[in-house]
């Protein structure tokens, strides 16, 4: 499996999961990294205001930050940038590390299209 690593902007805690007024969508990507974890992926987080150094250690990020902050987040799989600028959803970071999400089956409404026949669900 892929090693993913996440290089957030600065913030004020490791997942920006803090403070008076969280961001719905930092707790969202939280959420569904702390996921990917337990599907077995191995995925590191910096943070630009208290890692700096392994901002300077990354090529990948060293390049893209010459454009300016606003290339943050950066989400690299292995040592390449996969998505610039955006949290991306569950199913990006799943597809990113080759984990298979698995949604609930559709459960056929009684009189519905569905037949014995057709087997269209």
């Known amino acids: 499996m892929p090693t993913i690593r996440v290089f957030d902007p600065a913030m004020c805690c490791s997942s920006g999961v803090c403070g008076p007024s969280i961001d719905p969508e930092l ?3 939280a959420a569904d990294v ?3 974890q337990q599907q077995g992926v191995a995925v590191e987080r910096f943070n ?3 890692q700096p150094g392994a901002f300077a250690a990354t090529p990948p990020v060293q390049a893209a930050l ?3 902050t606003d290339v943050l987040p950066l ?3 292995d040592d390449r940038i996969a998505v610039e600028g955006a949290y991306p959803s569950r199913e990006t970071l799943a597809a990113l590390a080759g984990v298979v999400v698995h949604k609930p089956h559709a459960t056929p409404k009684a009189g519905g299209c569905c037949g014995a026949k057709t087997g269209c669900c």
Do not use: E, M
């Open 27 to 29: 707790a969202r990507f």
């Open 34 to 36: 702390a996921w990917l």
């Open 48 to 50: 630009l205001a208290q």
């Open 66 to 68: 010459a454009r300016g």
């Open 75 to 77: 989400i690299l799989v």
